[in-house]
């Protein structure tokens, strides 16, 4: 029977947050980078092992965020390269930005010497270790299907009227639209799932059009109502229903139908409908067109 003590656990975990000042003197940021926060990506597994192969620590820079806000569409892991999150750090609630390819390595020993004050809270830890997962295991829709969000154009549902006809971007391209509302929109919202009926990986061709299904989840929040976090994803679900009524399909690339576009909650928003859905990461649409 071994009679070799137990090894001391450290304090260090996944989303500790490396105090600026031990960052600074290590060399790991700049001087001049004032708003850079540095937190652990490692898993806890490998932070804990004393094995030969694990004696380096990654990494992840995030920045304040100087608008004080997150944005909508980089919430919730749902951007695979940009996470926001709003996370209290002494006493102080900051918007933060994290970069997938802001990372570093540095050796496990120059921490062990230190302990971590802070650590991410326990939504924006679990939102974080999807969010870094997701890089290599994202839900990969048709090809065909992302290239016809792109090739489409919608109008604004907010500016159909016909009185101000000069001032609606009729060839505003759908991808965009999307993003823009998502954006605006997106900060209360957890997930957006789809479905395209058994072809999640069909490459269809453009004479074939995808039917499309759509669910808005929002977070479930201490303190708000059923109906305030319905009434949330509602507002969302039904200008992305609006934009895929109002578009216009090159028939090149082919079309999309929009069967339906549900609001519904975390707590409603079962693991079966999860199973039966694609997280939709929406990070290729583009803004950066000519429209």
Same mark, same amino acid.
């Given at each position: ?45 490998? +932070? ?16 304040? +965020?100087? !608008?004080?806000? !997150? ?29 997938? =390819? ?80 998502? !954006? ?79 609001? =519904? ?12 859905? +694609? ?13």
């Amino acid at each position: 029977m071994s009679t070799e003590a137990p090894r001391k656990l450290h304090p260090w975990r996944q989303g500790s947050l490396v105090e600026p000042g031990l960052a600074l003197e290590k060399g790991w940021v700049n001087s001049d980078e004032t708003d850079a926060l540095l937190f652990v990506a490692t898993h806890d597994c490998d +932070l804990q092992t004393a094995a030969e192969g694990a004696q380096f620590v990654e990494l992840i820079k995030c920045i304040k +965020l100087t !608008t004080g806000r !997150t944005s909508g569409k980089h919430v919730s892991g749902q951007h695979a390269r940009i996470l926001h999150i709003e996370q209290e750090i002494d006493s102080a609630l900051l918007a933060l930005s994290l970069d997938q =390819t802001q990372k570093i390595v540095v050796k496990k020993e120059d921490l062990l010497d230190h302990a971590p004050k802070h650590i991410l809270s326990d939504q924006n830890l679990r939102t974080f270790s999807r969010w870094l997962a997701s890089r290599y295991s994202r839900s990969a829709l048709p090809d065909s299907f992302e290239q016809r969000l792109k090739a489409a154009h919608t109008i604004s549902p907010d500016k159909t009227d016909n009185k101000h006809a000069d001032k609606v971007k009729k060839d505003r391209r759908l991808s965009n639209a999307l993003l823009s509302v998502i !954006t605006e929109l997106g900060n209360p919202i957890e997930g957006i799932y789809l479905t395209l009926e058994g072809k999640e990986s069909i490459e269809l061709k453009p004479e074939e059009p995808y039917s499309l299904g759509i669910a808005v989840v929002s977070h479930s929040k201490k303190g708000q109502s059923a109906q305030q976090q319905i009434g949330e994803a509602t507002k969302l679900a039904d200008k992305i229903k609006a934009l895929f009524e109002l578009s216009s399909w090159d028939k090149s690339v082919g079309s999309v139908i929009i069967k339906s576009c549900v609001p =519904t909650t975390e707590r409603d928003f079962s693991l079966y409908h999860a199973k039966r859905t +694609l997280r939709w990461n929406y990070d290729y649409l583009s803004v950066n067109d000519d429209e």
